[in-house]
C-alpha cells in the first residue's frame, strides 16, 4: 500500500490508461478523484470520487480541484493522463481549428490543471505532479505535427514547474509512453489506413522490445513517481517505451 491515504486527481480516467492508472491507485490505498468529460458513476467504492469536467475550461478545473479537497480533505497530487491523438496529416492540411483543439486539450489543460493544483500543495510544502506526455516528442513520427507540438510543450512546462515549484517540496515529472495498446493508437493512423494492420506493421515494430506498450506498464510508472520511493526525483523524463526513444 505504498500510497495509502494519500489523494490524487488523475484526468483521462475514462481512458485505457487512465482506467488502469485509477485502478492501480485504488489498490496502492490511495484516495482518486476520477475526471474526465464524460465519466463512470457505475463503480461504488468510498475512495473514488468520479468528476465530469471539460479541462479545457477553467470554471471546470477549478471545480475539480475544489471538490476533491471538499470530500477529502486534502491534495496529493496531479496526474495528467488526458489527451488527444492527431491523424497523420501532412503539415498544409492541418487546419487551424485542428490545430487550437489538439494544443487545448494536451497543453492548455496541463497548464490549466499545474496551476489549479499548485496552491493546495504549496500549502502543505509537499507534493507530486506527473504529466503524461509521448516518445513521439523525443522520436517523432511524420504527420503528427501539432500532436507532437503539444507534447514538446508538456515536458518544457513540466521541467520549468520542477525548478519552480522544488522549493515548496513539489516534484514535478513526466513519463513518456511508447506506443500503446489502447484505443487511440489507432487514431494516430492516416485516414485511409487499416487500424489494425497499422498496429502490427507500423507501431509493433518501431519498438525494439517487439511489444506494445501495456496500460499497466503506465500505471505502474505513475505509482512509482507518485510514491515515496521517487522522493529525490523531479524534473525526470521517463521514457515508458520498449526502447522506442533509443
Do not use: H
Not at 54 to 68: A, I, M, P, Q, R
Not at 130 to 147: C, D, E, F, M, T
Request: charged share 20%; glycine share 8%; with cysteine.
Amino acid at each position: 500500500m505504498r500510497l495509502r491515504d494519500e489523494v490524487f486527481v488523475v484526468t483521462g480516467a475514462q481512458g485505457g490508461m487512465g482506467k488502469e492508472t485509477v485502478k492501480r491507485f485504488l489498490e496502492e490505498g490511495a484516495y482518486v478523484a476520477a475526471v474526465d468529460l464524460n465519466i463512470d458513476n457505475s463503480i461504488k467504492n468510498d475512495r473514488l470520487l468520479p468528476i465530469s469536467a471539460d479541462l479545457t475550461n477553467e470554471e471546470d478545473v477549478k471545480n475539480v480541484f475544489s471538490k476533491t479537497y471538499q470530500v477529502f480533505g486534502k491534495i496529493t497530487g496531479l496526474l495528467n493522463i488526458a489527451g488527444v491523438a492527431q491523424s497523420a496529416t501532412p503539415i498544409e492540411e492541418v487546419s487551424l481549428d485542428e490545430w487550437k483543439k489538439i494544443i487545448d486539450v494536451n497543453t492548455t489543460a496541463v497548464f490549466l490543471t499545474c496551476r489549479e493544483v499548485a496552491p493546495y500543495l504549496k500549502q502543505q510544502n509537499d507534493g507530486v505532479i506527473v504529466n503524461v506526455a509521448s516518445i513521439s516528442a523525443v522520436r517523432p513520427r511524420p504527420g503528427l505535427n501539432a500532436y507532437i507540438a503539444s507534447k514538446g510543450a508538456t515536458v518544457s512546462l513540466s521541467q520549468a514547474l520542477a525548478i519552480e515549484l522544488a522549493e515548496y517540496g513539489i516534484r514535478v515529472n513526466v513519463v513518456n509512453p511508447g506506443p500503446a495498446d489502447t484505443q487511440m493508437l489507432g487514431q494516430f493512423s492516416s485516414k485511409d489506413m487499416d487500424i489494425e494492420t497499422t498496429k502490427e506493421t507500423i507501431f509493433k515494430k518501431s519498438v525494439p522490445l517487439g511489444k506494445l506498450i501495456q496500460p499497466i506498464d503506465i500505471a505502474n510508472s505513475l505509482v512509482y513517481l507518485s510514491s515515496k520511493e521517487s522522493a529525490i526525483v523531479t524534473g525526470a523524463v521517463l521514457n515508458v517505451d520498449g526502447g522506442r526513444g533509443i
